[in-house]
Structures are given as C-alpha cells and as structure tokens.
T-cell receptor, first 109, second 115 residues
C-alpha cells in the first residue's frame, strides 16, 4: 500500500542546475499538489492539479514548472535552481484528507 | 486571503498531562479547518477536520478540536499525552472547490514530551 511516493529523497544541486522531482500516487485521486516546507513558514502551495491535464499556480509558483503526466504522476521541475529553493518539498494527493508523501530534501549551493 | 496563526512555536508537556495547541484563522466565509501532524522525516497525516455542524470535532489518536467562530479559533486538545505524540502539529484552513482542496498552513507547533 504505497500511497504517495516521492523521488528522490535527498538531492544537492549547484546554482543554475536543473532537476525534476517525481511524485506518483496509487489511490486514483484526481487532485495532486506540490508544497514546500521551510523553517518557521509552514507549508506553502507551489502548484496543484485538479485533474489530469490541468495545472494551476499556488502561492509560490515562481521558479517552478509542473507536469501532470497522467492521473498517477505529477512532477515538479526546477529549470535553474537557486539557493532560495533550498527546502523540503512535499507532494500530496486527494481531497479531505490530503495524503502526503515523505518529502524530498533539496539543497542548492 | 485566508491565513492561519499558531502562536506557540514550541511546547513542552509532561507525559500524562493535558495538551492544548492554539490556532487562529482569518477567512472571509465559513472555513474548512484541519489539524495535521508530522513526525520527523515523514509527511503530514490528518488528525481531524471541521467543515460544518458540531463545533467539537473528534479525531484520531484521542485528539479533539473545538471551532469557535466568535474567537476565530480552532484549538487542538488531548486530555493525556503519550510520548508518541511528540511531533510537529500544523493547523490549516482550506478552500474546497470541485474536488480539489487548497490549504493554507500555519507555521506549526513542535511538541516535546518529557517523562
């Protein structure tokens, strides 16, 4: 019973490098979300997808792109990483409740 | 825009003692309110939620929360904490539309349990 799976768990990037964070869910949920968690700031919504083929900006979308590849998968891409994007990234799916993955800890140096 | 304030960054409680974690929200309409818990290195797990109806909401692990519209509060309570309750707790207010749910989270309260 996997739930929401995120890969990788850890990543270190240099400024300017690109990478894609992967997220997959096996609960047949329509809605999927990307959050970032920073100390003292809680979780902030980056992007969400209400259904396959649709994506919308959240509170902090700048510097990110997303792709809803199919119903199961929702990826987050950093085209040119910046130190301000050092954070823990959480993918979630569903609707009351949201189901969260275990996070990707990203460090940008 | 909605917002959530958790005024306590860190709380320490003795095992077996009662617990109350504070949450205040700002939202123009009737809010959807949630409490989530995060154990170290894990994602968030829903403890309980309030949509409407009875203002005292029961959740998992013996937690409850009370919605008080007049005080814009949704405080989380537990009568007797266990060492396994040590975690970070997040209050959230949500907008639910057509099957998706955008949550605004508070900054969290870290709970430490001492023997």
């Amino acid at each position: 019973n996997a739930g929401v799976t995120q890969t990788p768990k850890f990543q270190v990037l240099k400024t300017g490098q690109s990478m894609t964070l992967q997220c997959a869910q096996d609960m047949n949920h329509n809605s999927m979300y990307w959050y970032r968690q920073d100390p003292g700031m809680g979780l902030r919504l980056i992007y969400y997808s209400a259904s396959e083929g649709t994506t919308d900006k959240g509170e902090v979308p700048n510097g990110y792109n997303v792709s809803r590849l199919n119903k199961r998968e929702f990826s987050l891409r950093l085209e040119s990483a910046a130190p301000s994007q050092t954070s823990v990234y959480f993918c979630a799916s569903g609707y009351s409740p949201l189901h969260f993955g275990n996070g990707t800890r990203l460090t940008v140096t | 825009a909605q917002s959530v304030t958790q005024p306590d960054i860190h709380i320490t409680v003795s095992e077996g003692a009662s617990l109350e974690l504070r949450c205040n929200y700002s939202y123009g309409a009737t809010p959807y309110l949630f409490w989530y818990v995060q154990s170290p290195g894990q994602g968030l797990q829903l403890l309980l939620k309030y949509f409407s109806g009875d203002t005292l909401v029961q959740g998992i692990k013996g937690f409850e929360a009370e919605f008080k519209r007049s005080q814009s509060s949704f405080n989380l309570r537990k009568p007797s904490v266990h060492w396994s309750d040590a975690a970070e707790y997040f209050c959230a207010v949500g907008v639910s539309n057509f099957g998706n749910e955008k949550l605004t989270f508070g900054t969290g309260t870290r709970l430490t349990i001492i023997p």
